[in-house]
């Protein structure tokens, strides 16, 4: 939705990715919605569009977990929710890695390594480069590939405020943080080329 709150959504929720998420929303100027963290997540779907909507700035930046589930849990149910809400404009999704088993995984745009690095590669729990291929496998992630052109780019990440120190809260969670900007420069580039101007 056009002029719907503008959401980033976070495909983690445990105590050390909220606080990592919450230093990188920070970092770009966002709004996080720590009461969304959790593992699993706690709240419903529409709890946190509540939250989403009683946020007076975009972007905001929401955490959907499911804590190891192999089946649609209570963080897909209510990323789901979200998404469909029609008050409600999701600009990205960063796509966390686990290594959850008998999962399907999600195509996405890019990744961050452990490094730093943009790539176009698969990346571990760890951060680390393990194929070629522009995929992330989460157990958070799945329910992506239903939701089609509601979820316009996903960036690809290791385990957040994790990746061996990597992604330190306290040094700036400089992963998740770079995840959000290319998600957010994306958005604005899209805006410029749709003659839509800034945010």
């Not at 963080?75 to 290594?99: D, M, Q, R």
């Not at 522009?134 to 799945?142: A, E, N």
């Not at 410029?192 to 101007?197: A, H, L, P, R, V």
Request: hydrophobic fraction near 35%.
């Amino acid at each position: 939705m056009e002029n719907g709150k503008k959401v980033i959504m976070v495909t983690d929720g445990d105590k050390i990715a909220r606080q990592a998420v919450e230093e990188a929303t920070r970092q770009i100027g966002g709004r996080c919605i720590s009461a969304s963290a959790g593992n699993p997540t706690q709240l419903s779907g529409e709890q946190i569009v509540e939250l989403i909507q009683s946020t007076p700035y975009d972007p905001v930046v929401v955490m959907f977990d499911d804590r190891g589930s192999t089946k649609k849990g209570r963080g897909e149910k209510a990323l789901e929710y979200v998404v469909n809400h029609p008050a409600i404009e999701v600009i990205g999704v960063v796509a966390v890695a686990s290594n959850t088993a008998n999962i399907e995984g999600v195509t996405v745009n890019c990744t961050v390594t452990r490094d730093k690095e943009v790539t176009t590669s698969q990346v571990d729990k760890e951060g680390k480069v393990i194929s070629p291929y522009s995929f992330v496998t989460g157990d958070t992630v799945d329910v992506l590939n239903k939701l089609g052109p509601k979820v316009p780019f996903i960036v690809g990440v290791g385990d957040i405020g994790k990746m061996e120190g990597r992604d330190n809260p306290a040094t700036g969670a400089q992963i998740t943080t770079k995840a959000l900007q290319l998600i957010l420069d994306h958005w604005r580039n899209t805006r410029k080329q749709d003659g839509k101007g800034e945010w």
